[in-house]
């Protein structure tokens, strides 16, 4: 068995917890801290300008018509239990909303739905609009429709209800 000393010797200089040896030079400090700042915010500047972020725009553009071109809107999946009692509420109530299916859009479902998460702040499906106004999830509409309130907001679209 080698002495102690050798072995200690053979440790990398970090096992020993000393940030760097004797003979290696300390790491470099930064002269200019301002410099690496100034860098990542012209490439966060530069990164909000992207054909991305366009896109996404485009995509807003395209909810704001779709809303404004549909008196009930649902953005859907059709796998979702809850986009299913809200589709199948309104078809009890005997309105036929707009619907959306985000997991039949293929790469742009998911893109969509982020943007609906932009401007309604809710990442879940149902999305569901009526009159241009979000007002929510399953849980929200089935909630208004307790209190009347679906009927009421329906009818002041002239749209007409089965009371159900």
């Given amino acids: 068995m080698p002495p102690r000393s050798l072995t ?23 002269r200019f801290p301002f410099a690496a700042r100034r860098a990542r ?9 992207s054909p991305d972020s366009s896109f996404g725009s485009r995509m807003e553009d395209s909810v704001k018509r ?3 071109d549909n008196p009930v809107v649902i953005y859907s999946k059709s796998w979702c239990s809850y986009s299913m009692e809200v ?23 998911p893109q969509l739905q982020k943007v609906l998460e932009r401007l309604t702040g809710q990442s879940t499906v149902p999305n569901v609009f009526i009159g241009g106004k979000h007002i929510g999830g399953c849980t929200d509409t089935v909630k208004l429709h307790r209190k009347g309130e ?3 907001m329906l009818s002041e679209l002239d749209i007409d209800v089965n009371n159900s």
């Fill in 150 to 152: 679906l009927a009421t």
């Fill in 66 to 68: 779709t809303l404004a």
């Fill in 41 to 49: 915010s012209l490439a966060t500047r530069a990164s909000s300008s």
């Fill in 87 to 109: 589709k199948a509420l309104f078809k009890r109530i005997g309105v036929q909303p707009h619907v959306i299916e985000l997991d039949q859009l293929g790469a742009q479902g």
């Fill in 8 to 30: 200690l010797s053979r440790l990398p200089v970090a096992a020993l917890g000393l940030p760097f040896s004797s003979c290696s030079p300390p790491p470099p400090r930064l």
